[in-house]
């Protein structure tokens, strides 16, 4: 048994899973957004880093780990609000290439003034659980205690969503906003309220997870979310754009499949293994693997 | 004698040419007259106007939004850039052909999903694999330079071309007026083809993709092939782009083009205004003079532009321009070009009409 948990292909399985449930937070959060609102948000790895940013800036002294991950969420839920109010509002009913082309200014807008605000180079929030990895008979399990709440966070976050879309009244008036508008409008939901909700829900999602790498070896930089907003839009894309559970479980395959590739394959595949990924998975299943809805054909 | 409006509602091609000539002439005489600091502005400016024009080929014109194009930047770039390396007198020519043979296979193969992927999945694919290349092109290792990236020796300016300037003794200024006409002239060459494809057959179909593919299947236009056509195309025009900067700036780094370039070319090319040369030439010219332009910024408004806002601020205000362009005024400074020309010749007509009623 604990021959298995320190083989070469654990230690992948653990380091993949790891990285992957991160891919599936930020694939989360773009699938609550595209629910919504039809719109892919180029900048929500930049306004996850930024609330982080915000958090860290506002606990520089006596740091309190939880303090921060709840301040961080607290101004990724606020950032997430304005955004749709100022810059995405003006978009319902335009083209495809309008909300596409604002969502990447704003991610220029985001990395280029997190750098004139905090400088371009790494910061950290250290976690009370230590980053080093268990040992057994002088072998290593790839797994600390950090890569434990890492996991465990992922999935509260992914459980509070499920079960607040699921079992709510407030996740049933979401549902109803995002799944006929008009129809809801009058039936008396507040749908304009709902999906400022929903893009504020979304990136608190988002914030939790660029707290968590903040946390991890290289800490937060303006531009390092930028990895995982790719990963995170695959596994999104992969898990169809629709279903929240195959945006998270596209990512954590992902994330092993990448290590995989890395531990394996000549290093110069790992820098496309993502697009790969990307490619083969929508040339089979253009609508995602895991989603029911049928795709238009032509 | 045949006036200017028939001559090119009857022979377009011949018009075209004509006028593609008369610029050249004239940006070449520029060329040679301005200091070489601004030859340097005018051979950037015609760089990124290639490149801007082949990404609004396939925005504009075929509705497919790419983030990609940086990567085609830098497989032209590399290519002129390792072939230099291997042949000491490289041809100036060989070498762009070459640059854009290549990009032009890796835009195939990146257009091929485009026949299954839509929109956003599409879009986000071609931001995965922006991403991707400047890894991939250092993880090649001393082939391609790894992160330190390829030098190889500068461009040498003929000496024909030299006396005939009268900067014989000047190889400096002579080789910044040298660089400048040779990308004035490819760019021309490139917007000439550009003008015809807009309004070839090819160019149809691929509006009529953009605006509604059922419709262009059923009128016979072969849907896949002409979204995979955009994106060769684009992908030529950014190697030729590449391996043009490669040639003028005789040092290529992967970093240079990364994800920022990409969104560099989409902010400019949004400004200048979708789906127009016009658009493209503006934007160009912005690209090449941003620098200054910001540098001017920093000095008015006392920003050390050493400092982390200094350095950043190039990216603040694209990014604002970006957004500013799409909410207010979508169709670019080409759009509103053509707006104003609209409102004065309403207001013309409407004066002339005035005038007319009141005569009798």
């Known amino acids: 048994m604990i021959d298995l948990l320190t083989s070469r292909v654990m230690g992948d399985i653990f380091l993949g ?88 200014g704003f991610l220029g807008i985001l990395e280029a003034g997190a750098i004139a605000i905090w400088g371009g180079t790494s910061r950290m929030i250290v976690s009370p659980f230590s980053l080093s990895y268990f040992q057994h008979n002088g072998k290593t399990i790839f797994l600390s205690p950090f890569a434990i709440l890492q996991i465990a966070a992922a999935v509260t976050v992914m459980l509070i969503v499920a079960g607040l879309f699921r079992f709510t009244k407030l996740g049933l008036q979401l549902r109803a906003a995002a799944l006929a508008p008009e129809v809801a409008r009058l039936l008396g939901v507040r749908v304009n309220r709902l999906l400022t909700l929903g893009w504020a829900l979304a990136s608190a999602a988002g914030a939790v997870a660029a707290v968590v790498i903040s946390s991890g070896f290289e800490g937060l930089t303006p531009t390092n979310m930028d990895v995982y907003f790719v990963f995170g839009f695959i596994a999104a894309a992969v898990g169809g754009l629709e279903s929240p559970l195959g945006a998270v479980l596209a990512g954590v395959l992902i994330g092993m499949l990448q290590q995989f590739i890395v531990d394996y394959a000549p290093p110069s595949w790992a820098s496309f293994s993502p697009v790969l990924i990307l490619v083969v998975a929508l040339m089979i299943r253009p609508q995602g693997l895991f989603s029911k809805q049928r795709v238009r054909r032509v | 004698m045949v006036s200017i409006k ?210 262009a299947e059923l009128v016979g236009v072969n849907v896949a092939r002409t979204r995979v056509l955009a994106f060769a195309i684009s992908a030529a025009f950014a190697g030729l782009a590449g391996s043009l900067l490669a040639i003028i700036q005789s040092s290529v780094l992967p970093q240079t083009f990364g994800v920022a370039l990409s969104i560099e070319l989409l902010s400019l090319l949004v400004l200048g205004g979708l789906g127009t040369l016009g658009g493209a030439m503006i934007a160009g010219l912005i690209a090449a003079y941003s620098d200054s332009i910001v540098s001017r910024i920093n000095s ?58 009141e005569t009798p």
Request: charged fraction near 10%; proline fraction near 4%.
């Open chain 2, 300 to 357: 008015w408004t006392g920003i050390d532009p050493v400092s982390n806002l200094g350095g950043s601020l190039k990216g603040i205000i694209f990014g604002l321009i970006l957004i500013a362009t799409m909410l207010l005024a979508p169709s670019g400074l080409a759009g509103l070009g053509h707006r104003i020309s609209r409102f004065v010749r309403s207001r013309v007509a409407q004066k002339k009409a005035l005038s007319v009623s």
């Open chain 1, 17 to 104: 899973v790891t990285q992957g449930v991160l891919y599936g937070l930020i694939g989360l959060s773009l699938v609550i957004v595209w629910q919504s609102t039809n719109i892919l948000n180029f900048a929500q790895g930049a306004m996850a880093m930024f609330a982080t940013y915000v958090g860290m800036t506002l606990l520089e002294h006596g740091l309190n780990y939880w303090a921060c991950l709840a301040i961080s969420v607290a101004a990724g839920f606020v950032l997430g609000g304005a955004t749709e109010r100022v810059l995405v509002r003006p978009l319902y009913g335009k083209p495809e290439i309008n909300s596409i082309v604002v969502m990447v």
């Open chain 2, 6 to 215: 028939q001559f090119i509602a009857n022979r377009p091609t011949s018009a075209r040419a004509l006028a593609t000539l008369v610029a050249t002439i004239a940006l070449l005489g520029l060329a040679i007259i301005v200091d070489p600091l601004n030859d340097t502005y005018l051979a950037t400016a015609s760089i990124m106007a290639i490149a801007i024009v082949g990404l609004s080929l396939l925005i504009g014109l075929s509705g497919q939004v790419s983030i990609g194009n940086s990567g085609f930047m830098a497989i032209g770039a590399f290519t002129t850039a390792i072939w230099a390396q291997h042949h000491a007198h490289f041809p100036l020519l060989g070498s762009m052909a070459l640059s854009v043979a290549v990009s032009t296979v890796a835009g195939i193969v990146l257009g091929l999903p485009s026949t299954r992927l839509r929109g956003p999945y599409l879009a986000g694919m071609t931001l995965a694999f922006a991403f991707a290349i400047p890894p991939f092109i250092q993880s090649l290792g001393t082939f391609a330079g790894g992160s330190g990236g390829l030098y190889f020796p500068t461009l040498q300016t003929p000496a024909w071309f030299a006396s005939a300037i009268g900067e014989k003794d000047n190889p400096l200024a002579a080789n910044n007026t040298w660089g400048a006409a040779i990308a004035i002239v490819v760019a021309a060459v490139a917007f000439f083809f550009m003008a015809n494809f807009f309004h070839s057959r090819s160019g149809r179909a691929m509006r009529l993709v953009r605006d509604n593919d059922v419709a």
